[in-house]
């Protein structure tokens, strides 16, 4: 207990020194959400995690929710082609439940291989008890928006006596943000804080105003998206109630494939087969951490990283050198590293806190008993204004990216995620709900 505590005052310490050099430190460059945040995933769209969610049911707060996305930007047009989780990942949820960076338990699921347009692949759940079911995933479906039965519902599957409820499949993207006018801002901030130290009011209201663009860079999109309902009986009793989570993806190092893919029968497996240890390639735990404020050459081996190795300090520097050349204070780089870097880059929810929506339309600097983000995450939190509002010290009536409207409503049951998008019809209507 001594030692974790020396550790912590001395990551403390360092954080507090590096606040005040840091704006010597060259920024890196910003990109925008965990959607395509590092070269590697990038490249490997299976393996491209894209949110993680922790909330408590709204209808029902016995019972928790989580979901990991994944392959973002699916035009509703390429559902079909698309719409698939890959049989050779494994999609994992890390469960801490002592209130330190180490993960106490697993939910693991994999997929079948896919074998027609309309068929469900197969998922393998193995739950944190150790209990292991299958259930079907609800197929990618391309029909005209508004046609009947467009999409299909979603399939839910109750796995055994457990009480926990999976669904697998295509969503809408509840994720908001506007990409290029993020990118404006913070180089015409980053350029204010370069000039003077707290920057001039002036130049920095010159640089937010890049946000009146107001759209969001992922509407009219899909992600795939597995989501499970949990009661809160199987997380046991964590420490203070609160429980940490985190998204991770992962595939065989090294993986070997035994045939070709014309070689594979109709219903066999896979051709690829595990071979060595999982290696995750992809994490998800606070947005837009990796994508934000870490350096563009570090930004893989952060996806590869642990949460130990964030609570151990290993990416401190970096974090809080970006968050000085942006103009934030002493008190809130700590506020952000606490939710970050303390005990690891994970999503921490407290099974006591209260919770009645979905938190679309909420916000933290103006909702009256906000319980959302940095609380878990739910759908409809609006993070991207959340971290805005501790970047930019807390300014009085808070701060937007303006790209705050879901163009899909959301379930009021569970997976509680809209609906994916399909291509849109003729006549009234058929624009392009894109907001590029």
């Given at each position: 207990m001594l030692?974790?505590?020396?550790?912590?005052?001395?990551?403390?310490?360092l954080?507090?020194?590096?606040?005040?050099?840091?704006?010597?430190t060259?920024?890196?460059?910003?990109i925008?959400?965990?959607?395509?945040?590092?070269p590697?995933?990038?490249?490997?769209?299976s393996?491209d995690?894209?949110?993680?969610y922790?909330?408590?049911?709204?209808t029902?707060?016995?019972?928790?929710?989580?979901?990991?996305?994944?392959?973002?930007?699916?035009?509703?047009?390429?559902?079909?082609n698309?719409?698939?989780?890959?049989?050779?990942?494994?999609?994992?949820?890390?469960?801490?439940?002592?209130?330190?960076?180490?993960?106490?338990?697993f939910?693991?699921?994999?997929?079948?291989?896919?074998?027609?347009?309309?068929?469900?692949?197969?998922?393998?759940i193995t739950?944190?008890n150790?209990?292991t079911f299958?259930a079907?995933?609800?197929?990618?479906?391309?029909?005209?928006?508004?046609?009947?039965?467009?999409?299909?519902?979603?399939?839910?599957?109750d796995l055994?006596?457990?009480?926990?409820?999976f669904y697998?499949?295509?969503r809408?993207d509840?994720?908001?943000f506007?990409?290029p006018?993020f990118a404006?801002?913070t180089?015409?901030?980053r350029?204010?804080?370069?000039?003077?130290?707290?920057p001039?009011?002036?130049?920095?209201n010159n640089?937010?105003?890049?946000?009146?663009?107001?759209?969001?860079?992922?509407a009219?999109y899909?992600?795939m998206?597995?989501?499970?309902?949990?009661?809160k009986?199987?997380f046991?009793?964590?420490?203070?109630?609160?429980?940490?989570?985190?998204?991770v993806?992962?595939r065989?190092?090294p993986?070997?494939?035994?045939?070709s893919p014309d070689?594979v029968k109709p219903?066999?497996?896979?051709?690829?087969t595990?071979?060595?240890r999982?290696?995750?390639?992809?994490?998800?735990?606070n947005?837009?951490?990796?994508?934000?404020l870490?350096p563009?050459?570090?930004?893989?081996?952060y996806n590869?990283a642990?949460?130990?190795?964030?609570a151990?300090?290993?990416f401190a520097?970096?974090?809080?050198?970006?968050?000085q050349a942006l103009?934030?204070?002493?008190?809130?780089?700590n506020?952000?590293?606490?939710?970050?870097?303390?005990?690891?880059d994970m999503l921490?929810?407290?099974?006591?806190?209260?919770?009645t929506?979905?938190?679309?339309?909420?916000?933290?600097?103006?909702?009256?008993?906000?319980?959302?983000?940095?609380?878990?995450?739910?759908?409809?939190?609006?993070?991207?204004?959340?971290?805005?509002f501790?970047?930019?010290?807390?300014?009085?009536?808070?701060?937007?990216?303006?790209a705050?409207?879901?163009?899909?409503?959301?379930?009021?049951?569970?997976?509680f995620?809209p609906?994916?998008h399909q291509?849109r019809?003729v006549?009234?209507?058929?624009?392009?709900?894109t907001?590029?």
């Open positions: 030692r974790t505590r020396t550790r912590r005052a001395a990551l403390a310490a954080a507090l020194t590096l606040a005040v050099v840091a704006f010597l060259p920024a890196p460059s910003l925008a959400s965990d959607h395509g945040d590092a590697y995933n990038s490249s490997d769209q393996i995690g894209a949110d993680a922790a909330f408590l049911d709204p029902d707060n016995t019972r928790v929710i989580l979901s990991l996305t994944s392959r973002g930007f699916i035009a509703a047009g390429e559902n079909n698309f719409g698939q989780f890959d049989p050779s990942v494994r999609y994992r949820f890390e469960i801490e439940l002592n209130g330190d960076p180490k993960p106490d338990a939910i693991d699921i994999t997929f079948s291989r896919r074998t027609g347009a309309t068929a469900p692949q197969v998922a393998t739950l944190l150790g209990q299958t079907n995933s609800t197929p990618p479906s391309v029909c005209i928006a508004g046609s009947a039965n467009c999409p299909p519902a979603p399939t839910i599957t055994g006596t457990t009480g926990v409820r697998a499949g295509m809408d509840t994720f908001n506007d990409i006018a404006a801002a180089a015409a901030l350029a204010c804080v370069a000039a003077q130290n707290p001039d009011q002036t130049c920095a640089a937010l105003a890049n946000f009146q663009r107001g759209r969001d860079s992922f009219g899909n992600v998206n597995i989501a499970l309902s949990i009661p009986s199987l046991g009793t964590p420490t203070n109630n609160i429980i940490g989570v985190n998204g993806l992962q065989r190092s993986q070997l494939f035994l045939a070689q219903g066999a497996n896979y051709p690829a595990g071979f060595g999982w290696v995750t390639l992809d994490r998800n735990g947005p837009a951490v990796n994508a934000v870490i563009f050459g570090r930004k893989d081996e590869a642990t949460t130990m190795d964030d151990a300090g290993r520097a970096d974090i809080v050198a970006s968050l103009g934030t204070n002493t008190t809130n780089i506020i952000l590293a606490g939710v970050a870097v303390t005990n690891g921490r929810l407290n099974l006591n806190t209260a919770n929506s979905l938190g679309f339309g909420e916000e933290i600097y103006s909702t009256a008993n906000y319980v959302g983000y940095p609380n878990g995450r739910r759908p409809g939190d609006d993070v991207v204004d959340t971290l805005l501790f970047i930019a010290n807390q300014p009085s009536g808070g701060i937007t990216d303006n705050n409207v879901n163009e899909v409503p959301f379930l009021s049951a569970f997976p995620f609906p994916p291509p019809p006549g009234a209507g058929a624009e392009d709900l907001r590029n």
